[in-house]
């Protein structure tokens, strides 16, 4: 069955600090994946796309890393800002619909 | 550009009451999307549109849940009668075209829907 498991669930931080967040999936065949943000109340926007053949892609102070052996990607925030407090959703493709959404991880950035 | 628009933002209805959702896609984007997204959750798809044409309804509550999208252009979701677990955050998206899904999808803001 296709999935993907976020972790962690929910993260509190300080501002200014880094985070990682964790993606792991069981979807094949895997075309490529995706980190949406989700701010409270609105649709997803998309940080990055990743084919399977990248290792890595960064968006100002998101920075993804994909490993396609071990089925695991990351999302990395540098230096976070309050605005940087959303849900964090991974999205895989598996080559056809329908996309597979992960539940997504609550990230809180306080001052 | 304009982004993917939907009305109404919020509704509450009662159970058993009916409901309709509207959305407008980015113009040119053949592909539209309609997701369901329980709190804590990630979206689900209810069904896919391909133009005028459903390329995925798999996930749809036919018994209840129904969309349209005449003229290949906007769409409406309907539910009727609704339940209670039909509260949800109702997202809208829309692609260029789906092949392969690598296409990006650029989401509306939601409706978020009450029953009670």
């Known amino acids: 069955k296709n999935q993907v498991e976020q972790s962690p669930q929910s993260l509190i931080i300080l501002e200014g600090k880094n985070c990682t967040l964790q993606c792991n999936y069981t979807v094949s065949p895997f075309s490529n994946l995706r980190w949406y943000k989700q701010d409270t109340g609105r649709g997803p926007v998309s940080l990055t796309i990743?084919?399977?053949?990248?290792n890595t892609k960064s968006n100002g102070r998101y920075t993804a890393t994909l490993d396609a052996d071990t089925k695991q990607s990351s999302l990395h925030i540098t230096a976070s800002q309050l605005s940087d407090s959303a849900s964090y959703i991974c999205v895989v493709i598996p080559g056809g619909v329908p996309l597979v959404f992960g539940k997504g991880t609550r990230l809180s950035v306080i001052a | 550009e304009a982004g993917v628009a939907q009305s109404p933002r919020y509704k509450i209805i009662e159970k058993r009451q009916s409901v309709a959702f509207w959305c407008n896609p980015i113009s040119g984007h053949a592909t539209l999307y309609w997701y369901q997204q329980i709190l804590g959750q990630g979206p689900k798809l209810l069904i896919q549109?391909?133009?005028?044409?459903?390329?995925?309804d798999s996930q749809l509550p036919k018994d209840r849940f129904s969309a349209e999208r005449l003229k290949g252009v906007d769409s409406t979701l309907k539910i009727q009668p609704a339940k209670l677990e039909d509260s949800a955050v109702y997202l809208c998206a829309s692609s260029l075209e789906s092949v392969g899904g690598s296409y990006e999808q650029y989401f509306g803001p939601g409706t978020r829907l009450t029953v009670t």
């Open positions: 549109f391909q133009n005028n044409g459903v390329v995925d």
């Open positions: 990743m084919t399977f053949s990248e």
